[in-house]
């Protein structure tokens, strides 16, 4: 919950400061996380801060960071800064890749995601891997700058990693488009993330990872329901010779619907990974469900059961319950 | 000095929004420390985030954390979040251990603690040693929840750590209770620490450290006197066999006065510390003096003598003299 | 931007609470840097807090850090905390040292100072090589306590780092003054940094840098000259001998002018690096051009070109370009 501080309002008008504002905003929670039945406390307290302005001729600023990544801010891999106006919007930064922008994630489940089973990662994001966590790092190969731009019901997101030779010679771009008409949005998105070797016995070779992705979602009163899909492949060429390390697919849904107070949702999603060189042909299979209740005043209590990273038949599962507080 | 920020009150009166809120203070000082003669200049500033709302059942919450451990904060080693209501109050991250937060410590001397002299460590606080600075800290065995309940003069603590198998196989738990009649209040405490060898040669081995603690507490006036007793013991069990490592008994007093804008401070703390395993019997003096003066505004100037682990007469003092502000 | 959040005031106004204050105020970047044709996005978005009083007898006080440096602060190397009154003013923390305080540096250009090229290192200030950023850091020698004086048109500074024997045997100092009349600015000042061998072979040696600094600036309008000199000299004592391990000596000038929303800066320095021990006569040149364009609101556009450690004929040039903003 974000907060705008009167402060310096009051003062701008009384003595014709700049416009520009610092908020501080916070969220925290408690409570029980189990992993295949070993259980911990877990809690944590964050805060937040957000500053904005606007410029003489109408373009909006703005940076926000917390004070937990703010180290990371200050160098630029957490938190972001950015600048919009009729031109679009462009953010620097801990951004999304510009396909994940558009096409997202499934709904999470439970007090503290129960494990974020929900997610795909993008290759353009610094996310490698088909499964897991989205690995949101501006520093390893993922987006730097993220552009946006809207126009009526469609909206495209286009984002780059550092540019050439930053970084660890990476080379990262990812674009994405969505539209929505009435209740339904549909995105699609396109990611590349690639690292050349620049000397040793195999300079030049190159190592590529790409997705195709596409959603699809549509809310019906305080129901909404989402479909997600993707095709990973990795392959690496030097010199003429292409080769083929496999791909990954993704196919999952969600729900998530609010009756009162009462917030439930539900996720299935199924990565199957082959890969000719490696032989290997195997589907990952997660799944999860969860429930909120609003508490009111900022403060609302959720539990979820996730069955994460199941590979043909074994599996992981987590449970959390507990409350979130936001500030 | 803690200030509630308007802002979002004002905001909240005119558009209904959350009445959640966060307040920044900070604290900072700047002085000389010097120990066994050697002096350093000493300062730091440190700033707070507060958070805090209500729900609609009327149950509070809250969660705050320093900006310069915010990273902890957010990993549930430091801050603390928190909520209450007719049934008590469960906080979670750094807290007390339960006979530590009713027990308490003696009166602390000088500019920063003059080296914390006048504390004893808690087991079930995470500090395992008889004497010097509590080592509190909720990752290594020491108390992850607290849960605190009053009721007229009486209030209950009782905390545990990491649940089984979290944290290294750590488990502890702690309890006290606090009774205040008058001026007076008498407070008892019981905390236990064990680890547990889960594997190796002496799999089923069990170290622990229990201590049994009490404080009696009298103020008239602008003058509180305060005695602590402290009986720790750690032993260790393997199989049918019990080893007694040995014990730590500390008792002490301490005096704070407030005269106008003047505080005089002063204690004595003694332990015993006894081992027949080991053929140890030393006994550890620590004695401190301090003065404060109100400057006001939220400044205020100190200095403090502390002779800090004395050991059967080798003595380390430390001085400090300084001012502190808070905002 | 700093800007005083009203919240206290309004409450101790109602309520009598001290008039202690904590402010937030933050800056935001993103741009281009481009080091010798290679070329990186670059962002950042920091957030500070400062911290303000009075005490009752009139004495200001307060701190500052920001939430980046959080954890340095809270140790003393970050952030700074002072007191003042009619006595002057004593700052602890990551402070200036004297000289450095007094003389200061040429005017910066660029977006994020294009390399810092137009920076020269104060002995006392941490900082031991003759170019390049200020090695402005209280722990490793650098100055931990700066007392200011102001007199009409005469300041005074005063540094010195750690006590001695407190942080690895270092001691140092330094000292200026600056008188300004009319437009014209002229300061002087002195520095020494030194380190004693405690044991070893060596014990008893002593190994010092000293520099004496002066600059000299002139506003006329819009514009500022400002020109600068340092001669900067390393050497070691042991018993009766004395070895001159070599001098640095700099000299430089810089302007900057604002002519209505726009502000063109340049800087060049020259720095030669003399030693009879290593052999070594070099000279090293650095120079610069920067443009900003103030967009209003607390955001601008700049650019900027540097041509930074040339030693000699050989180049390393700079350039950045982007828009900062402060909140």
Same mark, same amino acid.
Do not use: C, P
């Given at each position: ?55 003489? *001729?109408? =373009?909006?600023? !703005? +940076? ?7 180290? @990371? %801010?200050?160098?630029? &891999?957490? /938190? ?80 780059? *990693?550092? =540019?050439?030779? !930053? +970084? ?6 990812g674009v @994405? %488009?969505?539209?929505? &008409?009435? /209740? ?27 997705d195709i ?89 959720s539990a ?24």
């Amino acid at each position: 919950m974000k907060k705008i501080l009167l402060a310096t309002t009051i003062l701008s008008m009384s003595a014709g400061f700049a416009a520009a504002d610092v908020s501080v905003s916070g969220d925290a929670r408690m409570g029980v996380v189990s992993t295949e039945g070993n259980s911990v406390f877990s809690s944590r307290v964050r805060f937040k801060f957000s500053g904005s302005g606007t410029t003489d *001729g109408g =373009l909006a600023f !703005g +940076g926000s960071a917390r004070a937990d990544n703010a180290g @990371g %801010a200050s160098g630029g &891999t957490a /938190g972001s800064v950015f600048i919009s106006g009729a031109f679009g919007k462009i953010s620097m930064g801990d951004v999304d890749s510009g396909d994940k922008a558009s096409v997202g994630q499934l709904a999470s489940v439970g007090w503290d995601g129960a494990g974020y089973g929900n997610s795909i990662s993008y290759a353009a994001d610094g996310g490698l891997l088909g499964t897991g966590n989205d690995g949101d790092y501006a520093g390893t190969g993922g987006a730097k700058v993220l552009y946006t731009y809207s126009s009526g019901a469609l909206t495209v997101n286009a984002s780059t *990693g550092q =540019l050439s030779n !930053g +970084g660890a010679n990476h080379q990262s771009y990812g674009v @994405g %488009a969505a539209y929505t &008409t009435g /209740g339904m949005t549909l995105a699609v998105g396109y990611g590349s993330n690639s690292i050349e070797a620049t000397d040793g016995e195999l300079e030049g070779a190159t190592g590529s990872i790409t997705d195709i992705s596409a959603s699809a979602s549509y809310t019906m009163g305080a129901t909404t329901i989402k479909a997600i899909y993707q095709d990973k492949s990795a392959n690496v060429s030097y010199e003429d010779a292409d080769l083929d390390l496999g791909s990954a697919v993704s196919m999952g849904a969600s729900v998530a619907s609010k009756i009162d107070a009462v917030t439930l949702t539900a996720y299935t999603i199924s990565t199957n990974v082959t890969s000719d060189v490696a032989e290997i042909d195997v589907t990952v299979n997660r799944m999860g469900v969860g429930v909120g209740y609003d508490l009111g005043g900022g403060a609302s209590f959720s539990a979820g059961w996730a069955q994460i990273g199941a590979v043909d038949g074994a599996s992981a599962s987590k449970m959390d319950v507990g409350v979130n507080f936001s500030f």
